[in-house]
């Protein structure tokens, strides 16, 4: 009998365990802490490295190995002598990675990214979404294991909140994502591309006043806490909310789109600036932002690193 198979867990929120339909009591933190490590990586080998890193952070004990040793054979008598396997650099969660809902997350994040401008899309993203309840690894007491990886799944969560927004602004369907916008820019007050949207949907449901209101706020907040003023976007949202009486046409920030542009390679001996802007630009159209690695001598025999450019577009 394969003991993993039916093991379900829940790392988006508050930490739960099922196996089939009969919930899983982990009381002891360390338990915790070693299964969201493996399930985090279910069907692959985790090293010894990475969960002694999940169970004590940099400050691990002499026989950290032993340690991990006796900790999955807890685990074990718990899920099931099956649901961890020994391997030879490390141990695997046997268990499908569609039941993690981590993993499940990750995946139709994918899905919609490749669906974009579809059906599919929305579908995906609303599945995505429903899977999160709350800051990742709660009840998990692994600082190394929160920093390596919250950080990453609430950006992903808070973008798959974003473009949907954009799909229902685009569809007519403003009233729909104030509540969440609102509740989301109270918990991320510097992330302004919430605020953005938060703007255009009131201001299409006909509550500009509201907007211009959260607009005030949010400046100065921007200046008090950062010395700065909104972003170009912003002030734009807001000075058409204010002169025309509705927000402009929203679209995606350009950074989105940036993202996916094409990446320039190349390796040669850089004389000066304006000839990597040739290699870099060579074939494109595109001009290049980024890094660039080149050698610092024409033999190539000691490669450095430096970052010598930016063009704005």
């Known amino acids: 009998m394969n003991d993993g198979r039916e093991l379900a867990v829940s790392l988006l929120g508050p930490l739960e365990v099922r196996?089939?339909?009969?919930?899983?009591?982990?009381?002891?933190?360390?338990?915790?802490?070693?299964?969201?490590?493996?399930?985090?990586?279910?069907g692959d080998t985790v090293s010894v490295k990475r969960l002694t890193l999940a169970l004590w952070g940099e400050e691990f004990p002499a026989n950290a190995r032993r340690g991990v040793h006796t900790y999955v054979a807890r685990l074990r008598r718990v899920l099931g002598p099956d649901a961890v396997r020994t391997m030879p650099d490390g141990y695997r969660l046997d268990a499908d990675p569609d039941r993690i809902d981590v993993l499940r997350f990750r995946r139709l994040l994918a899905e919609?990214?490749?669906?974009?401008?579809?059906?599919?899309?929305?579908?995906?993203?609303?599945?995505?979404?429903?899977?999160?309840?709350?800051?990742?690894?709660?009840?998990?007491d692994s600082d190394w294991l929160c920093a390596s990886e919250s950080a990453c799944l609430l950006e992903s969560y808070l973008g798959a909140v974003e473009r949907r927004t954009d799909l229902d602004l685009a569809e007519g369907r403003h009233g729909e994502p104030v509540a969440e916008l609102m509740e989301l820019t109270a918990r991320h007050p510097l992330r302004e591309s919430l605020w953005g949207r938060l703007l255009v949907a009131l201001g299409r449901c006909g509550r500009q006043a509201e907007a211009l209101a959260h607009y005030e706020r949010l400046r100065r907040h921007l200046v008090e806490e950062l010395g700065t003023e909104p972003s170009a976007e912003l002030r734009r949202i807001y000075d058409s909310l204010l002169h025309l009486g509705t927000p402009p046409d929203h679209q995606a920030p350009a950074a989105l789109e940036r993202t996916r542009r094409r990446v320039a390679v190349f390796a040669g001996h850089v004389v000066d600036l304006a000839q990597a802007d040739g290699l870099a630009g060579a074939g494109g159209g595109e001009r290049f932002?980024?890094?660039?690695?080149?050698?610092?001598?024409?033999?190539?025999?000691?490669?450095?690193?430096?970052?010598?450019?930016?063009?704005?577009?």
Do not use: I, M, N, Y
């Open 112 to 140: 919609a990214g490749r669906a974009r401008g579809t059906a599919a899309e929305r579908a995906a993203l609303e599945e995505a979404l429903a899977l999160w309840r709350g800051p990742p690894f709660e009840g998990v």
């Open 19 to 42: 196996r089939g339909r009969t919930p899983v009591g982990l009381t002891a933190g360390r338990l915790r802490t070693l299964l969201a490590a493996l399930a985090l990586s279910a």
């Open 289 to 313: 932002t980024g890094v660039c690695v080149v050698p610092d001598a024409a033999d190539g025999k000691k490669p450095f690193l430096a970052v010598f450019w930016k063009h704005q577009q």
